[in-house]
């Protein structure tokens, strides 16, 4: 599987941004879609998630702002963020996990700038 993340860049505080992330190869074996985020000298988090099946969760930092959506028909998994803080700011990573649940799989990053 592979993963293209696209739609960082520079957002406004209290504005918004989607990233996309369009997968390629055996999506039909991921059993979960989810975004991260790291910031220089800190773990990499989970932002978001959503399963096959359409569940999803978020971090209690981004629940009411954050919304992460696939569209199958694209293979293509979005998160929209509302309501940007400064503190939004980082390298965001979209990641697929395979059925296998030990096999996962990331894209490039993109970088993303909450700044006034």
């Known amino acids: 599987v592979q993963l293209q993340a696209s739609g960082g860049g520079l957002g406004h505080p209290r504005g918004s941004l989607r990233l996309s992330c369009a997968a390629s190869?055996?999506?039909?074996?991921?059993?979960?879609w989810g975004w991260y985020r790291q910031v220089p000298g800190k773990q990499r988090e989970l932002v978001a998630s959503?399963?096959?099946?359409?569940?999803?969760d978020y971090a209690d930092s981004v629940k009411g702002r954050f919304t992460i959506s696939r569209d199958s028909a694209k293979n293509t998994v979005y998160l929209q963020m509302n309501s940007l803080h400064p503190e939004d700011s980082a390298v965001y990573y979209c990641?697929?996990?395979?059925?296998?649940?030990?096999?996962?799989?990331w894209g490039q990053g993109t970088q993303v700038t909450v700044s006034s």
């Open positions: 990641n697929a996990q395979h059925r296998d649940l030990f096999t996962a799989y």
């Open positions: 190869g055996s999506t039909n074996s991921i059993n979960r």
């Open positions: 959503i399963t096959k099946y359409g569940s999803t």
